[in-house]
């Protein structure tokens, strides 16, 4: 019992520490869920657009890179979604180098979003992605950065993943305090039944609607958190995979995990003009894919996203594209890595099926961000973030109500000491 009560005041704590992180990762985690549509529909002048006649044939993405380039003198397009949707923007980031200090940088001072008609080229708008000083075409991206960092930069960043390595911790405890309590006190009473163990957790997993408000509140919280454990213990891990993998990739890596970057060497200095063009990197980039599926034995879907992307830093292009190996809705995870001058594959990597603590990290992140299993995954999602905030709700109020009573209890212990001395003591609490 006392080591009980000491995981109480663990359990306590932690859930009030990060009560506040959960309940806006809650609120905002479910409209994220359905992230597409309401960026859609919070600002349909840069994401939608009609084809100028019907079934007209969308720019290849290499003519409408050039297209942007030659409009802005100096700038650089790093990465080139190779895959687009009719009747959908194109969205790029056009950077630059710094002169004064040689490192990549937005292209213009007032954005670091470009979005273009796909059909022509023509420029839709511009926006720096999370502003909300911007209006409306901001509102997803910033409750976006609301969700994961508060919207306070690499401070709330670092803030959040230590809430979700928390709350990961707390699955554990929490779990724990829901099991029954040893009943070795009444195995020594004669002629009382002990009854079985799961007789006495299963009040646990129930919810008392007529008990009273204290009751039905902690019941809410306890019995919650037991039927939506599993999702909360990949929620919390994933987040943590999110915004803490200096905690997250130490204990992967006993299990074998390995990162996109893992093996590859970077340059001396960073690599800006490769030898290899973006238009070659392509074509380099479609062969290795296909060679690549052929010998590790999955398909390539060319209906889903794909694109190309250069690390000047790394030394490398990364062709992404889609396969059967992908188990996210979207697609696009299957990475062929090759050397940016002399176009030698360094490493191929599958979602799935190649390295099972990568394929866990793939499954984790693709559940969070309701990436699987269509509409109806993206609505349990939103179910469940609104089921986070009401856990740390019922959480709070438990803790304000014990509060209170302790108070109550101290003053009445303290009135009773004085009675005894002999001192009169003033009207009693209520």
């Known amino acids: 019992m006392r080591i009980r009560a000491v995981w109480v005041i663990v359990h306590r704590w932690a859930g009030l520490t990060i009560a506040l992180f959960l ?16 960026e859609t529909w919070s600002a349909p002048r840069l994401h939608r657009i009609a084809p100028p006649l019907p079934g007209a044939a969308m720019l290849d993405p290499q003519m409408l890179r050039d297209i942007v380039l030659a409009r802005h003198p100096g700038g650089m397009i790093d990465y080139l979604p190779l895959h687009f949707t009719p009747g959908r923007s194109v969205v790029l ?12 940088t937005p292209w213009s001072s007032r954005w670091d979003e470009l979005f273009v008609d796909p059909y022509n080229g023509r420029t839709l708008g511009y926006r720096t992605w999370g502003d909300i000083s911007e209006g409306m075409v901001n509102l997803m991206p910033f409750l976006y950065r609301l969700h994961y960092s508060l919207a306070l930069g690499p401070w709330g960043l670092w803030a959040f993943g230590i809430a979700a390595l928390v709350w990961t911790l707390d699955c554990f405890v929490g779990f724990y305090l829901t099991l029954p ?14 009854p079985k163990w799961w007789a006495r957790w299963k009040p646990a997993w129930r919810v008392r609607w007529h008990g009273g408000k204290h009751r039905l509140n902690f019941d809410l919280h306890r019995a919650g958190g037991l039927w939506l454990w599993p999702l909360l213990l990949v929620f919390a891990w994933s987040g943590v995979s999110f915004n803490l993998p200096g905690a997250y990739e130490p204990v992967m890596r006993v299990f074998g995990y390995q990162r996109l970057q893992d093996g ?17 990197a392509e074509r380099l980039g479609r062969a290795i894919a296909h060679r ?18 250069h690390r000047p830093d790394a030394g490398v292009y990364a062709y992404i594209f889609s396969s059967s190996a992908d188990m996210r809705e979207s697609g696009g995870r299957t990475v062929a890595i090759f050397d940016s001058d002399t176009g030698r594959l360094l490493k191929t990597v599958v979602p799935q099926g190649q390295n099972g603590a990568y394929t866990v990290t793939e499954w984790i992140t693709a559940i969070h961000m309701a990436d699987v299993w269509g509409l109806p995954w993206r609505i349990a999602t939103a179910a469940l973030g609104l089921m986070v905030t009401g856990l740390s709700v019922t959480g709070v109020l438990l803790w304000m109500r014990k509060r209170a009573a302790r108070r109550v209890s101290r003053t009445r212990h303290a009135l009773r000491v004085r009675r005894s001395e002999g001192v009169r003591p003033g009207p009693e609490p209520r």
């Open 23 to 38: 309940i806006v990762a809650g609120v905002t985690g479910s409209l994220l869920a359905f992230n597409d549509d309401l």
């Open 93 to 104: 980031r056009v950077n630059r180098i710094d002169p004064r200090t040689g490192r990549i």
């Open 181 to 194: 309590v040893s009943w070795r006190r009444d195995r020594a009473c004669a002629g009382r039944p002990t």
């Open 264 to 280: 590859i060497v970077p340059p001396a200095a960073p690599r800006y003009h490769p030898r290899l063009g973006f238009r070659a």
């Open 292 to 309: 690549e599926a052929a010998r590790l034995g999955f398909t390539i879907d060319p209906t889903r996203d794909s694109g190309l992307l």
